[in-house]
């Protein structure tokens, strides 16, 4: 069974860091190109970055290029998202998918940045 | 960028009937195009992929067609659990990747 948690959301102020982490499991999570995308509140989806199964690239929606980073350690099974410089537009749930075909999510979790 | 143009924006059916959802590309895409639904208080699950492709069990009356702009996602004999958003999302070869604003169906 495929499983992918989230976890390191929290509430955090304007301009703050924070590290987001997606652990994998059930299926061979070294192959797989991994995704984020969010949701702010009472909204949409929105995709915001893609790495490659071997990190050799990576891709970033405009509304975070140069703010965060994505990574992957295929020895740990888990994906990450970097956020620096957090604004008040990125409070969403977070969730990570796996695959090029978004096969599965996870069940999200949530990142609120206010003062 | 590539939008996709969602519609409706929601709708109201009844047990047992026939729904349609649409997604219009702003440029072709191929079919590299898939339906996700999200259940309140729920993350969204795979319905579709590669505009015609069930997920692993998905129910036979969720059908996804369409190619290059146009795409549609039908729902037959619709369910009361069928209560739900419905998203599609355009994913071409080179990102960004686009949702459609999301479709909110509701049960008479």
């Known amino acids: 069974e495929v499983q992918l948690v989230e976890s390191g959301g929290g509430l955090v102020k304007p301009g703050s860091s924070l590290k987001l982490s997606c652990v994998a499991s059930?299926?061979?999570?070294?192959?797989?190109?991994m995704h984020w995308i969010r949701q702010a509140p009472k909204k949409g989806l929105e995709w915001i970055a893609l790495i490659y199964y071997d990190s050799s690239n990576k891709y970033y929606a405009d509304s975070v290029k140069g703010r965060f980073t994505i990574s992957r350690d295929n020895s740990k099974n888990t994906l990450y998202l970097e956020m620096n410089s957090l604004r008040s537009e990125d409070t969403a749930m977070y969730y990570c998918?796996?695959?090029?075909?978004?096969?599965?999510w996870g069940q999200g979790v949530m990142v609120t940045v206010s003062s | 960028d590539t939008v996709m143009t969602q519609s409706p924006a929601s709708m109201s059916t009844s047990v047992g009937e026939r729904v349609t959802v649409n997604c219009k590309a702003s440029q072709s895409v191929g079919t590299v195009v898939a339906w996700f639904q999200q259940k309140p208080g729920q993350s969204p699950k795979r319905l579709i992929y590669?505009?015609?492709n069930r997920h692993t069990g998905v129910p036979d009356r969720f059908t996804g067609s369409g190619f290059g702009r146009d795409f549609t996602l039908t729902i037959s004999n619709v369910e009361a659990e069928d209560l739900a958003v419905y998203y599609c999302?355009?994913?071409?070869?080179?990102?960004?990747?686009?949702f459609g604003a999301g479709t909110k169906l509701e049960l008479k």
């Open positions: 998918a796996n695959g090029r075909n978004f096969d599965y």
């Open positions: 059930g299926f061979t999570f070294s192959s797989y190109g």
């Open positions: 999302l355009q994913y071409g070869s080179i990102p960004p990747y686009t």
């Open positions: 590669l505009a015609t």
